[in-house]
């Protein structure tokens, strides 16, 4: 099993957040922080901006933002555990979302009737 290297003194931060798993390539990394979805102690940071230990890593995907701190440099990307110990994870509890209680339809019960449609666009309060 590999290991973190442990020497590195400084490391890009488009290549750490492909290292510790943050993103599936490299490219989408480099793309997010081009797109100010990643800042470095809350600055927006160009994709070869290096990083120490110590630094907070805040990306925004999908919807909510991970807040990450960094605790070990590593340049290549190795296992999930041994990128898990990179990092020490400080996002938030994700909101849970509201249940809106709408009727939902059997599934097989066929196109919704006229009638059918109607009543569910006042529930939405689209009437």
Known sequence: MSTPNK???????DAWLWAIRAYKTRSAATAACRAHHVRLNDDPVKPSQTIVPGDTI?????GFE???EVTQLIA???GAEAAAR???DHTPPRPLMPSLGLPQRD?????PTKKD???MEKLRGMR
């Open 7 to 13: 020497t590195l003194s400084t490391v890009r931060v």
């Open 58 to 62: 805040r990306i925004r995907m999908s």
């Open 76 to 78: 290549k990307r190795v």
């Open 66 to 68: 991970r807040v990450l």
């Open 117 to 119: 449609r109607r009543e």
């Open 86 to 88: 990179c990092y020490r």
């Open 107 to 111: 599934r097989g019960a066929g196109r």
